[in-house]
C-alpha cells in the first residue's frame, strides 16, 4: 500500500511517535487521537526516551535543575544536528499502520534530537517505507526547518507526506522567550521574570480546535478513495 484509501481493515491504524520533555507533544497527541478514535480508527503512542548518557540526565526531571545551562548545552550538538542514543517503546513494533504521525518539539531552532535520531534510525525505515505519514510541530516560534526536516527524512525513507502543522507560543520574541525560560526553571506559569511582565508560554487555548482540524484532514486522507497515481493530498 502506498497511501491509498483504507478498504481492507476494520479500523485504519495511526501511530503517533512523538518525543516530549515538557508534555506539549503528549497533549496535541493525545487531542489528535481522540479525533482520529472518533473517527473509528485504532491508535498507538511511541514516546520516544533520551537515553544518551551524554544528555540523558538534565533532562531527566522537570523543571530543569540549571535553565540556563541545561539549555545552552544542547546548542552545538543541535547546531550539528547530532544524534543520540534513544529508546521507542515496545508499543511502536505492535501493528502495520497505515498512517504515521511524528510529533516534534523544536529545539535551537531545528527538530529535537530524539526525534532526528528516531527518524534516522532503522526503525524508522522500517515503518515508514510506502506508508502515508504526517508531522507536527510545537516550540516556542521556530517551527518552519522542525516541520521541514520531519517531511524531508520521512520521504527520505519511501514514506508520503500527507501534511504538517504546527503549535507555537504567545508573545513577542523576547517575551515568550523569558516566559519559556521562567517556565522550564520553575515548572509553572509566572506573571513576572527578571522583572518583566510575562504571558503564559506553552500551548495557546485554541489548541485543541487546531489539533482537531488536522487530525480530520488527515483522516480525511485515510478514508478518501485514492488520487490517481496513489499520492496523497497534502494537507494544511
Ligand atoms: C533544549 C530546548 C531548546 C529549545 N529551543 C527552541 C527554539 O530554538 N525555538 C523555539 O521556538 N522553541 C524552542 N524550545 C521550546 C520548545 O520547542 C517548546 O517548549 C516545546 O513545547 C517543547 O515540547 P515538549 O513540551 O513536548 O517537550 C526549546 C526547548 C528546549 C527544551
Known amino acids: 500500500m502506498h497511501g491509498g484509501a483504507v ?31 472518533e473517527r473509528g480508527c485504532e491508535v498507538r503512542q511511541a514516546r520516544i526516551e533520551l537515553t544518551d548518557p551524554r544528555y540523558a540526565e538534565r533532562f ?4 530543569l535543575r540549571h535553565p540556563y545551562r541545561d539549555l545552552f548545552r544542547m546548542l552545538a550538538p543541535q547546531l550539528r544536528r547530532a544524534t543520540g542514543e534513544i529508546r521507542v517503546p515496545e508499543d511502536f513494533h505492535a501493528g502495520d499502520p497505515d498512517l504515521i504521525v511524528i510529533g516534534s518539539p523544536t ?12 527518524l534516522k ?18 516550540c516556542r516560534r521556530y517551527w518552519r526547518n522542525n516541520l521541514k526536516t520531519a517531511e524531508r527524512l520521512g520521504v527520505a525513507w519511501g514514506g ?42 506553552n500551548l495557546q487555548a485554541d489548541y485543541p480546535a487546531q489539533a ?9 486522507q485515510l478514508f478518501a478513495p485514492e488520487a490517481p497515481g496513489g499520492s496523497p493530498t497534502p494537507a494544511s
Request: charged share 20%.
Open 7 to 37: 478498504e481492507h481493515r476494520e479500523k485504519p491504524q495511526v501511530l503517533f511517535v512523538f518525543y516530549t520533555y515538557s508534555q506539549q507533544a503528549r497533549i496535541i497527541t493525545e487531542a489528535m487521537a481522540e479525533t482520529f478514535r
Open 60 to 63: 531527566s526531571r522537570f523543571p
Open 107 to 118: 529545539w535551537w531552532l531545528t527538530m529535537c534530537m530524539p526525534i532526528r535520531s528516531f
Open 121 to 138: 534510525s532503522d526503525d524508522a525505515g522500517r515503518v515508514l517505507a510506502h506508508k502515508r505519514f504526517g508531522a507536527f510541530v510545537v
Open 160 to 201: 508520503a507526506y500527507a501534511g504538517g502543522t504546527h503549535f507555537a507560543f504567545a508573545g513577542g520574541q523576547v517575551r515568550s522567550l523569558l516566559s519559556l525560560l521562567s517556565y522550564l526553571g520553575k515548572g509553572e506559569d509566572c506573571d513576572r521574570y527578571l522583572g518583566v511582565r510575562i504571558p503564559p508560554t
Open 212 to 220: 482537531r482540524a488536522f487530525a480530520n484532514g488527515l483522516a480525511d
